[in-house]
Every structure is written in C-alpha cells, then in structure tokens.
C-alpha cells in the first residue's frame, strides 16, 4: 500500500498541479490496506485471531467476550461493567492489579471497555512480554478469587464512575434517559453504568456466577497484532489458553424481541446541571451486521460529519444549537439512529426539533448529489484508515467484525460495501426507517423549568 | 459502541524498549501457584529523524518521515498564543485561531469547511498558551490540495464582522455551558489562584466579561504582528517522502512575506509570580455539583528548565493508573474513578496540577490525601524498584505518541517551539533512564513544594467544609454565583469595569 500511494504522489506532482482547481476526489479510487488475518478455532472452541506486523516493536492483545451490559442480572443493572472491574483483581495466580504490574510498569499498558453486547479487555505491550500476557489471559479466564474488600472497593470505584459521567458534567444524564426511553423490553433499555441502589446489591456470589456463565473459552474471541511470530503465536496459544476446558452448561443469551415502533413517543425530563435545553431523537434501525447499515452509517456522515455537515450547516452554523449529531449506535440485536442537539441561547426546543425533522425530510426527498456523497464516503473512508494506525486500532476492528459481526472478513470487505452505497440507497433508507411512529422524542430542559406541582 | 472504561486513561499505541524483569514482582509462596512466563528479549526501537530546512522568508520548515498507512499531518505553528492576550481581552488569541477557518479573502467558512472534508480530510486551529497552530491530517496522496487550503487559512483570513459575531454568541454558549462543570471551574480557577494576574492567570478562552470586548481590530493587528514566515514553523510527518513535504512548503509558503516591522518581543509575566504568594484554600460553593472537584496547583518549571526530566519523572511517580495519587486515592480507597497530576510545560513556568473528583461528602479526606502525597514525594522513601516502572510508564508512553502522524508532528512541533534540539526525541529514553531516586526528591523538595501549594475544591460545600476547615483553618468560601474569572480576587464585585 505504502507503494502505491508514493506512485500517486508523484503522479499528482507530475501532472504539474500548478492551479488549485482540483479534480474533486472520489473515495473508490481509495484503496484501504487490506488486514491479513490468520484464523484459528481451538477444540474448547476459543476463536483466536491475529494479524502479524513488525512496524513497532509493539503487540497489542485483545479478548472479547460476548457478553455485555444487556446481559446484566435482573435487579443487578450495571453488573456486567462492574464485573470488567473485578477482572483486575486477584486470580488464582495473580495477586489484585497484578496486569498493571505486567504492562503498565514494562512500559505498555491495559484497559477494558464494558458495551451493550460485548466486554473487552486488551494490552499493548512490548513483544517481547507477549508470552507473558498470554499467560495472564487464560489465568483469569480460568478462574477468579476476590476477596470482600476489595470487591468493596472496586464497588465504590463503579459508583465515583456512574458521579462522574453522569452527575457531575452538564448533560450527563441526556444519554442516560435517552437510553432509557428508547426501548420497550429489550434489556438495551438499563444504561450500562447501572443505578446506585442496584449496584449496593451486588454481591461476590453475583461474580462467582457471571464469571461461570459467561467468563470461558467458547465465549471468548482473542485477536493479536503487532510483532510476533505466528508458529511462536500458536505454541504459545495451545500451552496457556487451549488448556482451559469447555464448561458443560449452556450460555444464556438474551432472546427478547424488541417490538416494532407504532407511535411517536415524546418525553421531557429535568436535570439540575442543563445551562442550555436538548433535543434528541431515536429511531429503531436494524442489527448491526444488517446490510442497510452501509446507507445508514453514510446517512449519518451527510447530516453531522464536519463543518460542512447538513446539521453543522443548518442548526450550528445558522445559531440554533451549539451542537448537532446524528450517528448509527449499532447494536447485536436491534439498533438506533440518534439525532441530539444542544441549542443555543434564546432558542426554542420545538423549533430545534423541527429543524432536525426538516433535514431528515430533505434526505427523503431529494437523492443526495455526486459531490456530497463522495464527500461523506472520504471522510469514512479516511477515518478507516486513522483507526488502522496502530496495532490497538487493528485488533479492534478485526474483533468488532469477528464478535459483532459474526465474520472476520468483514474488517476488510464492509469498507467496500460503504464505497458503493448509492444516493438512492441512502433516500431509501432514509424513508424506510425515519418515520414519525418510529420515532422517540427526548426534551432535556433545567429543573428551573419544571412545570409547578410536576414530579 | 457505546462503552465504559476501566479508566479514562486513554488507548494510545504502544512502544517500549525497558528490558525490565520480573523479578520486582511480589513473591508468592502458595503451594502449586504458577509465576509467569518472563519476557524474552527486547527488541530495539528506531524512531523516525527529522530533517529541516529554512524557507528565504524566514519559515522554518520540518519533515519527518515514518512507515504505515498513507496518512501525513501538516501543522503551521506560530509562537504566539494565549499569554500575549491582555487581560480586559482574555480569549483574544484563542478567537483569533479559530477565526482563520471561518473565511479567507477568497473562500467562506462553508467553502473551507467543504474543500477540506471533500478530502476526506480534518482542519483544526486553536491557541495553547505559547503557540497557535492550523493543522491538516489526510491521505498521503491528497497532501497538496490540503496544504493549498491550510495556507489560504493562515496567510488570508478575512475576519468578517459577521464570522466574528456568530463566533462570539458560540464560545458565549460553550462558556455557559462549561463553567457549569466542577472539574472546568476547578482548573480554571487553579489557573488565577497559581498566576494572579500575570499571562497564565486568565481563562485560555476568555471569560463572558471579556469575550464581548473583542473587537476586529484586535483581532487583525494580532494576525498581522505574530502570523508571520519568521516567527512560525511547519511540520510535515507521516508517510511522505522529506523532498517531496519541503517541495510543498515551498510551493505553499514560499511566496509568504515576511513584514518590515520587527516581531514583538514575548512578554514575560508568567514567572513573576512563582513565588512568594501565600497558600489559599479556595471553595467555590455549587450546591447542585453531581461530585466535589479538588485540585491542587501550584507554580512548576519551563520546558526549557535543566529539571525538565527530574520533573518528568517526579510527575510520573505521583501520575498515571499506578502513580501514588491513584494508589491512595482509587485503588486503595475507592474515593475516586481516577486521580493524577500533571506538570504543563510552557514557554513560561507553567503550574503543576494534582486533581481528583469525588463525591462532595469526601473532598476533605481527598484534598488532604492530594496534599500527603505531594509532600511525602518530598520526605518520604524512593527506592528503585518504585522508580523503574514509572519511568517505563514515561517511555512507554512517549513511543506510543509517536505511532500516529499527529503525534508525531506534535512531538516534533513541541521541540521546534521551545528551541529545542530536534534530536531529543532519539535522547528521551536515555534522559529518563539516567534520572535516579535523589533527583526527584530533590526536585520535589526544590521545585514542588507541597507548602507552595494552594487547594480548590468546587462542590456542595454543606458536605465538606466543616472537615475541612479542620485542617484548613484558612478557607476563602465563593458562591458559584460571586465567582468572578476576571481577577485573582476571584469575587464579583459591583464596581467591575
């Protein structure tokens, strides 16, 4: 790829680009580098994927769990995430904060990140600590041993989070309800942070069973890239991670159906930290390994990506808001189409909302132009590429096409399907799922303006 | 996805050459436990060289080359920013960055923002407290149409009336909204208490006093004496052959003249008032605050200081996932979803920072927690293996910025800014490797004294302030209604100009 693109650089200098009308550019002449991935299943059918890259003397290591938020307890919401704390606490052969002693102090480092559907933990570490890691992957995929204290703690830790994102910042909460409004019955609807109250209720029995029902091998998916050597790789893969056996049990999976939207629902809620009113609106939108997800995520990029973006134009730009957004949140099971926006002083919350409710009728009405297409698909394309800077970046798109999308190739093939979705594809969608009976209104507006009497 | 972390710490990639061993591990003695496998050798790193040119004009010009995708960062950086804002005009330089993509003399706000996204590519401008930048990051091959757009910004910005309008309503906007987060007032706060009223007292941003004060004047004449050819430098990194990136300076900014008047000299306020002021404890009572944000500031060093890698260090010691302030704080306590410090460099002596938020009931115990810890850098024991980590957090780190074209560019832009050898990024690791346990006790004691050093706490007061004054005797208490940026007495008062 490195060649290619020096061959077009000196063809643009050679044709001399003296003037600064440019050929306007267009994304299919882009080819993105392609992520060759060795993909492995081991008999206790733990997927191990990897991709071998020696640019820096770096490796980043990933487990993927198929478990999620959505997945929390009943009466335990938050559990999921709080348990992602508990995973950096003693194991059988580790002492608590014991993974910060193997990455952060070599000179790498660790992290986790709890999602509706998916829990990840992964390291950058020098290569030459990947045996290492490896080693202390499988030692608390076999097993935990937490004690009360520090479970106590860890607990209060969840709690200083859930302040922290939540409480503390203006419009922390706006997402909160907006998750919360969004669904009917599916468990997407319990905001992954969980409440106080539920998170007080959890206890170590709660982590001995999560772990048992959804902490082993056949719902765990590593992905590795950066500096190693694949036959080394696999040696080191069957010694410390195929050893671990395949529970008997069943893995439990949430199989309630969210219902199909029949009418707009319209709610306000109040908070004691909005400086400025919101907007916000959902509209239910397919799985996310769903096809019409190419038009919907170009949707997006047409209404909110950049200064020249519809909503940046016609909300921020002409002084209604502070702020617009439109993004595809993709989930497993079914997702949504988020529109937000924080006005601006003086403006009214209906007339921002018939604002966002004009643009979405614009793209309904008329296909998008040539130029404004390709546009959108540059900056998709472009951001691809950012996220295929680092080994992290990699490992990441390879385990959400893996996990999320149930096929590996797909880290290398949906950036084609984006590149031939067409102006008509993107008006169909947008009047396939943009309707008024699909759609969910949140007004977030100050305490201050809570109707007397109103609780 | 929709996710929460571990911690905020942020997932940048990694680079490393520590060949550290196991052995500082904790024992163990149980019966049948197995120890890890250790590492095998290390493998070198080599980072990308700089090489650099000087433009007739005075520009100086750097390009940096490394391997990967096909991306390049340019960043056109000038040696002004938010210090040279007077103090009735606080914003003033931050306004003026922003302004560059809001119009040039040939192209509106809309046709910048379009001919720079149909690249598929990102224009940012801003102000930090001793430079301003215009940056561009796109694909290798569409390098040229960027830098034409980046240097239209830059050289040609038309400072509209009407732009200067709409931009100033925004940032009145982002200013309601910001000084209603306890960690924001916090800092900035911080920022008057530490500085007074000298260049780093006043909010980067301004202030909703000053921001209306701001006329197009002074936007202009601040263009025209500090965005000049000799008094700015462009970096060109990532995957871009060196004589092709100074083909495209020279092409781009070649033609930029350089003015007949001399560049003014930088003020030097900043450093007057490191010393000398005495310790305050400042509450700035938020009722309705979701948690109390604590911070302790006091004066630390310039980038250019001979300690900058004993302050390095000396930071990382306190900072990071397993720094002493998130042991005490987090780990061992659960007060916290993280605590850490920073030192900021700048031109100047920038502060030195130590922060936590926490629900309001425990502010007291953090503070004091935050003051312990900075004061038992000073006192208390360092050995080796402490040190040894935390400095492979630093190198660790620093290796990780340089994967990306942004930061790499940042980096180098940083170097070229302070006058600073552009080899210091092949020296780094050695510079924090030499640095032992007596430089940073003697740099805490010196330089980060723990009496230097003054407390704030934005929350609901109710909460805290009885256990507080318990040990702070001292304790100034602010409504969040009296707060007033604009001085360092910090309260509104009714004959303000």
């Given at each position: 790829?490195?060649?290619?693109?020096?061959?077009?650089?000196?063809?643009?200098?050679?044709?001399?680009?003296?003037?600064?009308?440019?050929l306007p550019p267009t994304s299919a002449q882009v080819k993105i580098p392609r992520l060759n991935f060795k993909n492995r299943t081991l008999a206790n059918g733990m997927r191990v994927l990897s991709v071998e890259d020696h640019q820096s003397p770096t490796v980043c290591i990933e487990v993927w769990y198929h478990v999620g938020s959505k997945d929390d307890p009943d009466g335990r919401s938050g559990f999921a995430h709080l348990?992602?704390?508990?995973?950096?606490?003693?194991?059988?052969?580790?002492?608590?904060?014991?993974?910060?002693?193997?990455?952060?102090?070599?000179?790498?480092?660790?992290?986790?990140?709890?999602?509706?559907?998916?829990?990840?933990?992964?390291?950058?570490?020098?290569?030459?600590?990947?045996?290492?890691?490896?080693?202390?992957?499988?030692?608390?995929?076999?097993?935990?041993?937490?004690?009360?204290?520090?479970?106590?703690?860890?607990?209060?830790?969840?709690?200083?989070?859930?302040?922290?994102?939540?409480?503390?910042?203006?419009?922390?909460?706006?997402?909160?309800?907006?998750?919360?409004?969004?669904?009917?019955?599916?468990?997407?609807?319990?905001?992954?942070?969980?409440?106080?109250?539920?998170?007080?209720?959890?206890?170590?029995?709660?982590?001995?069973?999560?772990?048992?029902?959804?902490?082993?091998?056949?719902?765990?998916?590593?992905?590795?890239?950066?500096?190693?050597?694949?036959?080394?790789l696999d040696a080191w893969v069957d010694k410390y991670l195929a050893r671990i056996p395949k529970p008997d049990i069943p893995l439990p999976r949430v199989s309630v159906k969210e219902p199909q939207r029949t009418a707009e629902r319209v709610f306000t809620e109040y908070g004691p930290n909005v400086p400025l009113p919101a907007v916000a609106f959902s509209y239910l939108i397919p799985p996310q390994a769903d096809a019409d997800?190419?038009?919907?995520?170009?949707?997006?990029?047409?209404?909110?990506?950049?200064?020249?973006?519809?909503?940046?134009?016609?909300?921020?730009?002409?002084?209604?808001?502070?702020?617009?957004?439109?993004?595809?949140?993709?989930?497993?099971?079914?997702?949504?189409?988020?529109?937000?926006?924080?006005?601006?002083?003086?403006?009214?919350?209906?007339?921002?909302?018939?604002?966002?409710?004009?643009?979405?009728?614009?793209?309904?009405?008329?296909?998008?132009?040539?130029?404004?297409?390709?546009?959108?698909?540059?900056?998709?394309?472009?951001?691809?590429?950012?996220?295929?800077?680092?080994?992290?970046?990699?490992?990441?798109?390879?385990?959400?096409?893996?996990?999320?999308?149930?096929?590996?190739?797909?880290?290398?093939?949906?950036?084609?399907?984006?590149?031939?979705?067409?102006?008509?594809?993107?008006q169909r969608v947008m009047k396939k799922y943009f309707t008024d009976q699909n759609r969910v209104v949140l007004y977030y507006l100050p305490e201050s303006e809570r109707p007397k009497g109103e609780k | 996805m929709n996710v929460l972390r571990r911690t905020l710490r942020h997932a940048l990639l990694s680079t490393t050459l520590v060949g550290l061993s196991l052995a500082a591990l904790p024992a163990t003695s149980l019966a049948?436990?197995?120890?890890?496998?250790?590492?095998?050798?290390?493998?070198?790193?080599?980072?990308?060289?700089?090489?650099?040119?000087?433009?007739?004009?005075?520009?100086?010009?750097?390009?940096?080359?490394?391997?990967?995708?096909?991306?390049?960062?340019?960043?056109?950086?000038?040696?002004?920013?938010?210090?040279?804002?007077?103090?009735?005009?606080?914003?003033?330089?931050?306004?003026?960055?922003?302004?560059?993509?809001?119009?040039?003399?040939?192209?509106?706000?809309?046709?910048?923002?379009?001919?720079?996204?149909?690249?598929?590519?990102?224009?940012?401008?801003?102000?930090?407290?001793?430079?301003?930048?215009?940056?561009?990051?796109?694909?290798?091959?569409?390098?040229?149409?960027?830098?034409?757009?980046?240097?239209?910004?830059?050289?040609?910005?038309?400072?509209?009336?009407?732009?200067?309008?709409?931009?100033?309503?925004?940032?009145?906007?982002?200013?309601?909204?910001?000084?209603?987060?306890?960690?924001?007032?916090?800092?900035?706060?911080?920022?008057?208490?530490?500085?007074?009223?000298?260049?780093?007292?006043?909010?980067?941003?301004?202030?909703?006093?000053?921001?209306?004060?701001?006329?197009?004047?002074?936007?202009?004449?601040?263009?025209?004496?500090?965005?000049?050819?000799?008094?700015?430098?462009?970096?060109?990194?990532?995957?871009?052959?060196?004589?092709?990136?100074?083909?495209?300076?020279?092409?781009?900014?070649?033609?930029?003249?350089?003015?007949?008047?001399?560049?003014?000299?930088?003020?030097?306020?900043?450093?007057?008032?490191?010393?000398?002021?005495?310790?305050?404890?400042?509450?700035?009572?938020?009722?309705?605050?979701?948690?109390?944000?604590?911070?302790?500031?006091?004066?630390?060093?310039?980038?250019?200081?001979?300690?900058?890698?004993?302050?390095?260090?000396?930071?990382?010691?306190?900072?990071?996932?397993?720094?002493?302030?998130?042991?005490?704080?987090?780990?061992?306590?659960?007060?916290?979803?993280?605590?850490?410090?920073?030192?900021?460099?700048?031109?100047?002596?920038?502060?030195?920072?130590?922060?936590?938020?926490?629900?309001?009931?425990?502010?007291?115990?953090?503070?004091?927690?935050?003051?312990?810890?900075?004061?038992?850098?000073?006192?208390?024991?360092?050995?080796?293996?402490?040190?040894?980590?935390?400095?492979?957090?630093?190198?660790?780190?620093?290796?990780?910025?340089?994967?990306?074209?942004?930061?790499?560019?940042?980096?180098?832009?940083?170097?070229?800014?302070?006058?600073?050898?552009?080899?210091?990024?092949?020296?780094?690791?050695?510079?924090?490797?030499?640095?032992?346990?007596?430089?940073?006790?003697?740099?805490?004691?010196?330089?980060?004294?723990?009496?230097?050093?003054?407390?704030?706490?934005?929350?609901?007061?109710?909460?805290?302030?009885?256990?507080?004054?318990?040990?702070?005797?001292?304790?100034?208490?602010?409504?969040?209604?009296?707060?007033?940026?604009?001085?360092?007495?910090?309260?509104?008062?009714?004959?303000?100009?």
């Amino acid at each position: 790829m490195r060649r290619l693109s020096l061959v077009l650089l000196v063809l643009v200098c050679a044709l001399g680009l003296a003037t600064t009308a440019l050929l306007p550019p267009t994304s299919a002449q882009v080819k993105i580098p392609r992520l060759n991935f060795k993909n492995r299943t081991l008999a206790n059918g733990m997927r191990v994927l990897s991709v071998e890259d020696h640019q820096s003397p770096t490796v980043c290591i990933e487990v993927w769990y198929h478990v999620g938020s959505k997945d929390d307890p009943d009466g335990r919401s938050g559990f999921a995430h709080l348990f992602e704390h508990i995973m950096f606490k003693s194991t059988k052969n580790m002492k608590s904060e014991m993974m910060d002693r193997l990455t952060e102090d070599v000179g790498g480092l660790n992290n986790a990140f709890t999602a509706n559907d998916v829990t990840v933990y992964y390291e950058v570490v020098p290569s030459n600590y990947l045996e290492t890691l490896l080693w202390a992957e499988g030692d608390r995929l076999a097993g935990l041993n937490v004690d009360e204290a520090n479970f106590h703690s860890e607990r209060d830790v969840v709690k200083e989070e859930f302040r922290q994102r939540y409480l503390a910042p203006p419009y922390g909460k706006l997402s909160y309800y907006m998750t919360q409004h969004s669904f009917m019955t599916h468990p997407y609807k319990r905001p992954g942070i969980g409440n106080i109250e539920e998170l007080n209720a959890a206890s170590i029995e709660d982590v001995r069973a999560f772990h048992r029902s959804f902490y082993r091998p056949d719902n765990a998916t590593l992905v590795v890239v950066g500096d190693f050597d694949q036959k080394q790789l696999d040696a080191w893969v069957d010694k410390y991670l195929a050893r671990i056996p395949k529970p008997d049990i069943p893995l439990p999976r949430v199989s309630v159906k969210e219902p199909q939207r029949t009418a707009e629902r319209v709610f306000t809620e109040y908070g004691p930290n909005v400086p400025l009113p919101a907007v916000a609106f959902s509209y239910l939108i397919p799985p996310q390994a769903d096809a019409d997800n190419h038009a919907l995520r170009v949707a997006a990029a047409i209404l909110s990506a950049g200064r020249s973006s519809r909503l940046y134009q016609s909300l921020v730009y002409r002084q209604l808001a502070t702020s617009a957004t439109a993004n595809a949140a993709l989930r497993e099971d079914i997702s949504l189409f988020n529109l937000t926006s924080i006005l601006a002083s003086g403006k009214k919350a209906e007339v921002v909302g018939r604002a966002l409710l004009d643009e979405i009728r614009k793209l309904q009405d008329d296909p998008v132009s040539a130029a404004e297409l390709e546009k959108a698909k540059n900056q998709l394309v472009t951001n691809q590429l950012r996220d295929l800077e680092t080994n992290n970046g990699k490992a990441d798109a390879l385990g959400e096409a893996a996990v999320l999308l149930n096929d590996p190739n797909r880290v290398n093939t949906d950036i084609e399907q984006l590149q031939a979705v067409t102006a008509t594809d993107v008006q169909r969608v947008m009047k396939k799922y943009f309707t008024d009976q699909n759609r969910v209104v949140l007004y977030y507006l100050p305490e201050s303006e809570r109707p007397k009497g109103e609780k | 996805m929709n996710v929460l972390r571990r911690t905020l710490r942020h997932a940048l990639l990694s680079t490393t050459l520590v060949g550290l061993s196991l052995a500082a591990l904790p024992a163990t003695s149980l019966a049948q436990q197995e120890t890890p496998p250790p590492p095998s050798s290390p493998r070198q790193v080599r980072f990308p060289k700089p090489v650099e040119k000087t433009l007739k004009n005075g520009l100086r010009v750097i390009a940096v080359e490394r391997e990967g995708v096909p991306l390049v960062t340019t960043q056109l950086l000038v040696r002004a920013g938010g210090e040279t804002d007077p103090q009735q005009l606080s914003g003033l330089a931050q306004m003026t960055a922003t302004l560059l993509t809001k119009g040039t003399t040939t192209r509106s706000a809309t046709e910048i923002a379009q001919a720079i996204e149909a690249l598929g590519g990102t224009l940012n401008t801003g102000a930090r407290w001793d430079a301003s930048t215009a940056s561009v990051n796109i694909m290798s091959s569409r390098l040229a149409q960027a830098m034409e757009i980046l240097a239209d910004v830059v050289r040609r910005p038309a400072f509209k009336d009407e732009e200067i309008e709409r931009l100033r309503q925004q940032s009145l906007d982002s200013l309601r909204v910001a000084l209603r987060d306890p960690g924001t007032i916090a800092a900035l706060v911080a920022s008057r208490v530490v500085f007074g009223d000298s260049a780093y007292g006043h909010p980067l941003g301004g202030t909703p006093q000053t921001l209306p004060s701001i006329k197009r004047d002074d936007i202009q004449r601040l263009h025209q004496s500090y965005y000049r050819p000799d008094n700015a430098v462009l970096v060109i990194g990532g995957t871009i052959k060196p004589a092709e990136a100074f083909n495209l300076a020279e092409r781009f900014f070649g033609d930029w003249q350089k003015p007949a008047e001399t560049l003014p000299a930088a003020s030097t306020t900043a450093s007057a008032m490191q010393t000398g002021a005495s310790q305050r404890v400042i509450v700035i009572d938020k009722p309705d605050a979701g948690q109390a944000a604590v911070v302790l500031a006091r004066t630390g060093i310039k980038r250019v200081d001979q300690d900058y890698f004993r302050g390095l260090v000396a930071n990382s010691i306190l900072s990071g996932y397993s720094g002493r302030l998130n042991q005490e704080i987090r780990i061992k306590r659960g007060l916290s979803y993280g605590a850490g410090s920073s030192l900021d460099v700048r031109r100047d002596v920038g502060p030195f920072v130590a922060s936590a938020q926490t629900k309001n009931e425990s502010g007291a115990e953090v503070a004091s927690l935050l003051m312990g810890e900075l004061a038992r850098l000073a006192d208390g024991q360092l050995s080796d293996v402490e040190m040894t980590p935390r400095k492979a957090v630093l190198i660790g780190s620093f290796a990780r910025n340089l994967e990306t074209s942004g930061g790499l560019v940042n980096q180098v832009a940083a170097l070229a800014l302070y006058g600073l050898s552009l080899d210091e990024i092949n020296s780094y690791i050695k510079s924090v490797e030499a640095i032992g346990a007596s430089d940073v006790r003697q740099f805490a004691g010196g330089r980060l004294s723990s009496k230097g050093a003054h407390l704030i706490i934005v929350g609901d007061a109710n909460k805290f302030l009885e256990a507080l004054r318990k040990q702070f005797p001292n304790v100034e208490v602010i409504r969040e209604a009296d707060l007033d940026l604009n001085s360092a007495t910090l309260r509104r008062s009714t004959n303000l100009p």
